[in-house]
């Protein structure tokens, strides 16, 4: 057979990059940027491009994987698999109820729509009393910080890149991690397209990233975006820069917002944030007084002890200076599949609906932080964890307090992993089961593509069968639903869309979650209702146009009143969850005497999170996981370029070569996260084990942020001490595999 050519886009991460596969008999041969993809326009980062590494990766799991007493792993058939899975997940509900069980989503979820959705449903069916995911480490203070302002969880506004003239980028680097929560997949252009336009960009990061290295650079410290904030705004409201008629349209809570503000004049903030005072008055002044300007903060902004108020700030200053959906400002996101519209409707998005049981902290989507789960396993009483599935996830390395989790999964009766690789996490499963890539299921995309200056679709159908005995998570959970002889959808949970299935299942219609999506896409706002809308959009004008259809060249504004959900349409800027957490705002460093110095972490461009250190095209060139540390600390601590640091917090500690590095300012140190690989199945990433961050990261509640319960992964308050007899020298990338 010869090769084929398949038109695709790339899941790893949000940009959705257009690919183009290279296929012969149902093998994948190679992947390329495909150059009229109408967004990405043949762009695409060495980790899209190195995914057929993964995708024929000889270490990924094929077969249904069984744990033995040993700690070794049997094949075994998908039935013996699901039977005894269905058999003992039966056991617990029967003995400990639905809230014994929980789910943990992985990242990868995110990029397609079928698992979540599915095991969502399952979850609900059987009253599952613990829902996980990677959005506690990641974004769920932004969530929150949208639900506070406008009624609605999921709007999420983001940078208007093509029209602004002032971006004003806080705990971001796109350079590297190509933007998030903002789908640009040339962000690089978009950003020297501000500058050529005469336009500014100010990178505010605590590290000299590559980001802030080709624009303004602000270095802030770490964790201190709050101060920063609430005196960017003090200064507007100071001098008088505000929108007034902005303000009185489209908000409320502006005067308290005002008064909460009037207690941080930079002069009092900058021993905080170590910002002197004039470099913040000129920026709050360039930022109101600029034709078009926008606010925008990423993981940086949310993994801090405020993540939920810095998020919201970011959007207070936008609105207060009227930037808020207008051109070149903050656009509010956009769906062109009305899932998130459904969800804000059916409350799936809820927020503070019921807490947690250890911490009490309050649900997020229904889903608590990830930090608990060690806990809620070792904690005896009603609805102890008892029995988790992880999807798409490797919290071992991804959660805080790692070795707690992980010395945790053991105790779980059942733990069961749907996933491509035996990981760190799911080296402790008793089933592991094995999951389709992006490049064998179908696709329609979800979360954070309505965060996309150009209103834009494509669907993705799979490019290659399954390898080995892969299957969609989707199928999983519906098997198990049926061998355990429980409908999926006797739940309430997809109420609003109730009228929808009905009609469905009244003409025979199988439901899946590729029809759900389809309805919702021919219902949606771009939709052919059917027939009803001439040239509206269907399946087969998406199959049509293989590449995306572009449906508008920019994302709407002035759709403020329709996106603000709270009574009265109006943006609130002065929650009183808001006005607490500026009151709790203390005047302590952050810094102990016995842990002096500040650890943030680092994304590298050919890492994505824990799980392509396997791939050799990512691994070459002798890869080192190094602390990034400033001469002065370094000089301080007896360290020396090259030597070994011994890192310790409060929690743990790790040891790891130093890079002795002027990027960072003294007082910070700077660590590559996603490493510390002992995985079962990755042998290259093994070889390049590397070490866990989050061994310096808490679990503890009281260390959590408050108001969303994220975990706090940057800020973390360590030490350095010198290693003098390095244990063993590091392992380097040779170019054969282990
Ligand atoms: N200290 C510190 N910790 C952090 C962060 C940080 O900045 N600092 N960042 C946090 C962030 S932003 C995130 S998103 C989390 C990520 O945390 P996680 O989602 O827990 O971890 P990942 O490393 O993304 O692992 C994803 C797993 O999914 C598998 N996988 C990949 N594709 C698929 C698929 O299509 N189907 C299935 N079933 N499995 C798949 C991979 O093999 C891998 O095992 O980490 C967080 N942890
Ligand atoms: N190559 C690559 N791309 C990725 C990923 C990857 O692992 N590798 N991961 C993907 C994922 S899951 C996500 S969520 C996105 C994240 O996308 P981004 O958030 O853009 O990614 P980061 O590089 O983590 O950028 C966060 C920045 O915040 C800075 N920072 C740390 N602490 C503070 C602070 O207290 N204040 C301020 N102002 N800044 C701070 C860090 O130095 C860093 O430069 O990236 C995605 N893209
Ligand atoms: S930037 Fe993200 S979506 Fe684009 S090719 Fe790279 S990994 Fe894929
Ligand atoms: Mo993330």
Partial sequence: MTAEKKITYCRICEPLCGLIATVEDGRLLSLRPDKDHPLSQGRACPKGIAFSDVQNDPDRVLQPLRRRPDGSFATVSWDEALDDIATRLGSVLAEHGGGAVGEYLGNPSAFGYAASLWSGLFMKRIGAGHLYSAGSQDINSRYVASKLLYGAATQIPFPDLPRTDFLFMLGANPLVSHGSALRAPRVKDDL????????????VDPRHTETAAAYEHVAVRPDSDAWLMLSLLNVVFAENLQDNLALTAHTVGAETLRALCADFPPEDTAIRTGIPAPTVRALARDFATARTAVA??????????HGTLVSFLIDALNTATGNLDRPGGALMSHQVIPVEQFGEKSGAFSYDTKTSRIGGF??????FPAALMADEITTGGKGQLRALFVLAGNPVLSVPNSAALESALGELDLLVSLDLYVNETNRHADYILPATTFLERDDLPMAYAACCPTVFLQAAEPVVPAYGQARPEWEVFEDLAERMGLSLFATGALAPLNAVLRWLRRRGVRITPQRMMHTLLRIGPYGDRFGLRRGGLNPARLRAHPHGVVLAEHAPHGVLAEAVTHPGGKVDLAPPQIVNEVARLGTAPGTTVDFPLLAIGIRELRSQNSWMHNSPILMKGNRTQRARVNPSDAAAAGLADGGRVRVVSATGAIELEVLVSDEL???TI????????RGGGWRLANAHAGVNVNELTSNRPEDLEALAGMSVLNGVAVRLEPVRQPAESPARYSASRP
């Fill in 670 to 677: 700077a660590i590559p996260q996603g490493w510390g690989h």
């Fill in 362 to 367: 309050p649900d997020v989507f229904g889903s």
């Fill in 665 to 667: 300012g003294p007082g």
């Fill in 296 to 305: 925008y903060g990423r993981t940086g902004a949310c993994l801090g002890h």
């Fill in 192 to 203: 020297a397209g501000i500058v050529k336009r005469g336009g500014r960009v100010i990178v």
